[in-house]
């Protein structure tokens, strides 16, 4: 494990964690992170689907559940490590482990059970390069990202984005054994979608991080600095998330929704760059934020209903 290049600041001190006895099943399942086991369930769907190959039902949702579960585990070892910050911000400090709810040792074991039972259990059920992969989402995540980038570097976003772009890759493993150009895009697109999306979220909540001795963006390089990232990386993503259309794996329906939710992105960035200040900057951020999220569904929406609904019309013959 890495020290902590970045520690709490003397006035910023966490409350000290109340030892639990047990807990509810409801917090452990609050220690899995269930809203991005949700978004990764969904997008290594979509990496299935792109794959167009043939894969039994049974194999295919044993698949999908333990991919879910090694990124709850991955999510719960984070809620582990980051117990100290969580106690700091506002928005984190009523999770399961700053609250007192469950102990920090119990976090610890569940998460690694959970992290080589869904290894072993996605490789005896698909195949090892899938499980491989996950392995490698959970040690990047957990590790890399948690105990290191997140405290050392403003750019923990940028290069830790790439745990949460991997579920794509591991689902069409799962289901060709190999990695494709399909996947690749697909992790490209979830990559560099993630700065615009979180630092959003970030510039409103710049005070919180900064008490708590987190690096991100707007609290080092500054807010201006960082609205012009978003709409630099906004300006990336939209050829980005049209080349499934190029690349003939995304049709017509595909190509509306790329077309019309990059420029939407492209818009709420230039909106979140001129609003700067108030209220009007907090909206402007929080419409981002929320944009983003809706745009990332659409797009792998329209991949699955066209791969898998028959609903595929090329563009470029």
Known sequence: MTSLSNSLSADAEPQPVIMAVGGEVSDFFALLKPRVMVLVIFTALVGMAVSNVHIQPVVGTISLLMIAVGAGASGCLNMWWDADIDAVMTRTAKRPIPDGRIQPNEALAFGIVLSVGSVLVLGLASNWLAAGLLAFTIVFYAVFYSMWLKRATPQNIVIGGAAGALPPVIGQAVVTGSIGIESIVLFLIIFIWTPPHFWALALIKSGEYAKAGIPMMPNVAGPQSTRRQIIYYSLVLFPIGLAPVFLGFGGLLYGVTALLGGLGMLAFSVHVFRNREGEP?????????????????????????????????????
């Open 281 to 317: 900057e907090r909206k402007a951020a929080l419409g981002m934020f929320g944009f983003s999220i809706l745009y990332l569904f659409l797009l792998f929406s329209a991949l699955l209903a066209e791969h898998s609904l028959g609903l595929f019309r090329t563009v470029i013959a």
